[in-house]
Structure formats: C-alpha cells, structure tokens
C-alpha cells in the first residue's frame, strides 16, 4: 500500500520545477551546485510536499533517504543526533529534516556541530517556517554550500492544474484561487467544497466556508499569546501595511511596541517601506476569520483603523500619497460583500504595475481589440498619442507579460483632443460651460479598464480606480474638479455607483450597444472630506447591519483583558454615539443607553470611597463631561499634569474592574438559573 500511496503523491504533485531541477544538480554533485537547500515559508505553502517529491526523487536516482521529523526532536541535541545518525552508515546519503520550526533552537548547533561529522557526498534538505540564520549564508565556509529558498505560492497556472485533478469546475477556478492565492493547502481544501458543486451551482459566487477558515487559522497562524498580540494579528489581517499608529488604535504605546516586534518574527510577515506585511493568504484567513466570529467588533475595529488613516493623510508626504490612497481605499473594501470580489478582479495572479512605454504600444492595442473589437482598439490608440502617461500597465509577475491597463485623462477647459471620442462628447460640454472649470483647474476621466469585467465587477474596479486617482490628484494641488466614468450597462449598475457618489451625469448611447452612460463626482459639491466621511458612515452602518444580521443571541466569551479594553473605548467614545455603537459591550449590556447606564451606575458607586474621588473626578473631567484633551482636562481640575495621569488611570483601572466584576456575577446568576430551568 505504501507504493500506491507514493504513486498517487507522485502523479498529484503539481509544479516546484526549478526547485526539483535545483535538487537534481545537487543529487548530481553538478559544479557549483548547493549541498544544502533550506526551504521556509508559511505553514500550508507545501514544504512538507516539496521535501516528500525531493525524497522521491532522490530515492529514484538510488539515493538513501533519512527523514526527521522536527516535531519530535524538539530541543533535544540527543534525540537529533539520533534521528540523523543512519546518514553515517547509508550510501549516498540524503538528510531531509521537516518541520524544522519546532527544533529551531538547535539550528546554530545542527549547523556548527553535527552537519560537518555527515559523509562528504551527504544532500541536506531542511524545511521550516522561519527564515534561517543569517550565519548560513554570511559565513564563509557555508555560503558556497546553502541555498534558501522562500517558497512562493503556486502560479495560476499550477494552481489551475491542481484544481482541475481534484475534480474543481474550470468556471471556478478564478474564483477559489482568489482567495487562495496560489496557497496549496487553501486550494486543496477549497477543492474539497467545491469539486462536488453541480454545475448549475456555478453562477452562485464561491466563498470560503468557516470550517474552511478555521482549518487554515489552526494550520498556518501563530497563536497569539495575548489579547493584545491577538490585536495585532487582526490589525495586521486588515490592512496594507501595519504600522505602531494603526497598533496604537487599541492598544497601549507600550504593548503596541512589543506586538509590533512579535509580529516581524513571524513567518508570514515581512517588513515593508510603509509597515509590515502580512502574507495575502493569511490576511484573507485572519480577517475573515475575525469577521465571521464577530461581525460587531470587526466593525469597530474597521472604523477605528479608518479613522487613523483618515486622519493622518494631511500629513502625507509627496512620495508615499499613492500607497495612503491605496490603503484607505483598501479598508473601503469591508462596504462590498465580499472582500474577494473587490479585491481579485483579475483573480490574485501575481502582478505589478508600472508607466506606459512605446514598446509596450502593440501589446495594448492588442488587449483592446481582443476585449471590445477594432473600434475600441482605435480609441486607445487615440488617447495614446495624446495622454500615455494616463495609461498604467498590468504584468505579470513571472514573465513580465502585459495584461491589462487602465487609462486616468486629466483635462482641461480649451483641450481639443475630445472631439474623436464620443463617450467623451458630454465631458467636453461640461469644460465648455461658462465658468464651470476655471483656469488650471482640471476634470479626471477614469476612460478604460481592459480586459472588461462583469458588471459587477466592473462597478468595483472603476470605483476603486477612480477613487485612487481622485485622492491622488486632490492631495497634490487640489485641481480637481470632477471626476468621470464611462461605463456600460449604466441603468444596472447606476444604483451601485451612486453608493459611491458617481451620479448619472448624461446617457451616451451612441457608444458601442446605446447602453453606456456617464457618471460624475463633484468633489466642489462632496469634498474629499466630506466625502470620506460618508464612507466612514457607511462603514459605521455595515458593522451595525453586521450586527444585525448576527442577531441578538447570547454575547460571545469575552476575556477580562478585551472587556478592559472595550471600557476604555467606549469612554474614549462616550460623546460620539456612532462610535459607541459599534463597542463589543453593547453585545454585553443590550444597547448604548445600557451600557452607559451601566458606566454612570459604577462611577456613582465608587464614589462612596473616599479614596477614589480624585480618580474618578479625573475620569470625568476627561472623558464624561465633555470631549477634551488630557491636558485642558488637567488645567480644569487645577492637578499637576503628572498627578491628573496617575489619577486618570487609576480611575479608568477602578471602572473596569469593578464593571468586570458586575459582569462576571451576572454570569454566574445566569447559570445558576439556567440549571435551575
């Protein structure tokens, strides 16, 4: 059974060509080639995988095997050498040790004094979720010898193929690589849901299931030690890039400092220009995980994280503007149903972009003809000639092949370029108006997006698109007056884009099939404050219909330290009922008007010891009285700054516990009659 077994592990094993052509070299003792590979990357990527094909491989060239299992060497240099010791006695010698994560304490000595007593002509493969020491590369006698490899996901055309042998419809390959991004694990499980899905199931948009996301939570995420390090996991789950500001949006300077050090250990996190950043396959697995377990919280987290980058983009620099309106449109995504949708158009094919250049002008034309026929192909080669540094070009990582673009105009009143494009017909009136647009100021075009989506599709990239554009272009001089889209379809999905402020400015239908229309943002009517905060308002709403949609229930568990957390938010919101309405504790207390009964109640109370007054004067000066800064607060109560700290937190430190205590008796009330029911 065994062969078969290997068989069948043989024939499913999809690409890691190069890294088997690699391993080969070194079975060979090629010139040059390594003598050891060290293979790390997130749990889920195919380690383990790779390693058992190297191991099939090597045995088919007549090579002896010796596998270890990190998981049950653990720290002990004894039971390692052990495991290792039949390489002294095999001929021709291949040492795979698996799971390297769990004895990784033993690397320097497994490097320093046990690797060097191997035979000569011993391969060495190790396989774990860290990255190895800088020692095995730095070092010069080992650097000739060792070779890392950062295991990527798999292409869309591996993940293609994996799909199709576990029996996945082809119309459902883009979608459940969306999510997976390339991650075999995630594609293995997803095969399982999905391979059996009858074909008249095919229109119905695929999602992960939660035993999906919790089967990845367990195998590839780190457990987090603390409520606050588990803060930061979701934090880093949410957004772009992580930085100690979105960390300090729930925690304290201090524990924002250590789960920011806690989080460039792991495996799935690299360190960025503008934040950490967390693996796309983990970040879909946390938030959707954290957005499942409780919709309430994740939404009040959304809109605290938003409300940090909303207020921090004044203070932009010129350099970073593109990946600030990237990352607040990125949160933006929580407004959509599915993050999937808005996130994977194209599906998670890796990509990169950059500016328009003439040699890539056929690959284009060629784009825009294949996508809506010549007469398409001959307007993009128009704006070409006339704006190519609107277009921004698509490619594919791995071959740098160019596949998609998308086209921002900028123009202005007395441009001429306008009249050989007739969706443009009605932009040109509008530049035209008397006083409309004023000397250097400007309207953006968001023209082409090629390949064309679905329509729904379509609505979500244009909208993210054109508000990337906008921001942009507002941050740097504030020329911008008006933003246009053209898009087919415009009677369906003018509703969708009104939820993004895009009203129908003019029907076109002398463009292609009569369906298209023009649709219009005034940023002089909805400035982009204003428009920002409207979407903070949406945001505010979706947690609430997220909340809704839970139904009321019984409250989930809730730690001592995230009840702790949860006051102080909400006394940090006390004035702002929006805000206060998205607290986890209104799932405890029922409703705001509860919940701050309940904190009015317990400050009253405290208030009979003597030795509180002080504090909890502090807290109310701050916090209940009116929305002030700590220091106004301090100078109204006429305390030494350091003194009004002490008391302050003090007094929020009196509130918790004592509200914590009330909570914790009413659940133990609540059990006590339950039993006797």
Known sequence: MAERVRQFSRAGFVGRAEYRRVFASALAGEPGAPQVLFVHGPGGIGKSALLRQLADDALERGHTVVWVDGEYVLTSTTTLAEAVAPVHTSTRPVLVVDGFEHCQALETWFRDQLLPTAPEDTVVVVAGRHRPEPRWTLGPGWRHLVRTIALAPLTVDEAGDLLTQRGVPGELHTTVNSFAAGHPLTLCLAAEETAATPATACDTPWEPSPQVVETLLARVIDRAPSAAHEYGLRVCGHVRHTTMGLLRTGLSEHDARVVFDWLTELPYVEVGRHGLICHELVREVLDSSFKWRDPLVYAEVNLRLWRHLLDGRSAVSDDAIDVAAKDLLYLSRYLTSSSNESLAFRGREALFESAYLPEMREDLLRLAREDRGEEHARLVAYWLDRQPEGFTVHH????????????????????DELGGDPALAPVQEYLEHAGQVKPGEHVGVARFHVPALSSKHYVIEVTLHTGYQSIKSLHRDNSLVASFVPAPNATIVAPHLEAYDLVLYRK??????????????????????????RAERKLRLAGMLGYAAQGAGQAPAISQEEFFTAVKQALRDWHDDEAIAVNRLIRVYGDVGALRAAVVTTVD???????????????????????????????????????YRRHLQAGIHEICDALWRRHEENGVQNNRNSSAD
């Open 508 to 533: 076109i239908p002398e463009v292609e099939d009569g369906s298209w229309g023009l649709f219009t943002r005034d940023w002089r009517e909805t400035p982009l404050g204003h428009h920002l905060e």
């Open 396 to 415: 594919r990582a791995g071959d740098l092949t160019v596949v998609s673009f998308d086209v921002w105009l900028r123009l202005s009143p007395g441009t």
């Open 605 to 643: 109370a405290l208030r009979r010891d003597p030795r509180s007054i002080k504090h909890l004067r502090a807290v109310q000066a701050t916090h209940l009285d009116r929305d002030t800064s700590q220091r106004a607060a301090a100078a109204r109560l006429g305390v030494p700054f350091s003194s």
